[in-house]
């Protein structure tokens, strides 16, 4: 099992700047991807950015120079800098560990952008 917990959410106004932390425990020796995942009301969650453990990094369209996905894996974290924030990145974030053949989320973290 592995347990994943983010901190970071909050409510911004737009062009502003958030930063998402995840923290990963328990069975982690086998997690290869890390990444973010969100999930607006009425829609389905989506892949935000991810990284491989060897630091390979892809980003959805969306948020492409916008955010920044970096990994520790000495402290087994994951971060996600997300800057010049917009309406539509209102969401809730989800932490995922790929541990093959399972994948893992936390709980999630609430961001909204909104004047």
């Known amino acids: 099992q592995v347990q994943l917990v983010e901190s970071g959410g909050g409510l911004v106004h737009p062009g502003g700047s958030l930063r998402l932390s995840c923290a990963a425990s328990?069975?982690?020796?086998?997690?290869?991807?890390m990444g973010w995942y969100r999930q607006a009301p009425g829609k389905q969650r989506e892949p935000v950015a991810t990284?491989?453990?060897?630091?390979?990094?892809n980003y959805a369209d969306s948020v492409k120079g916008r955010f920044t996905i970096s990994r520790d894996n000495a402290k087994n974290m994951v971060y996600l800098q997300m800057n010049s924030l917009k309406p539509e990145d209102t969401a809730v974030y989800y932490c995922?560990?790929?541990?093959?053949?399972?994948?893992?989320y936390g709980q999630g973290t609430q961001v909204t952008v909104s004047s």
């Open positions: 990284t491989t453990m060897y630091g390979t990094t």
């Open positions: 995922m560990a790929d541990d093959p053949p399972l994948l893992y």
């Open positions: 328990g069975s982690i020796e086998n997690i290869y991807d």
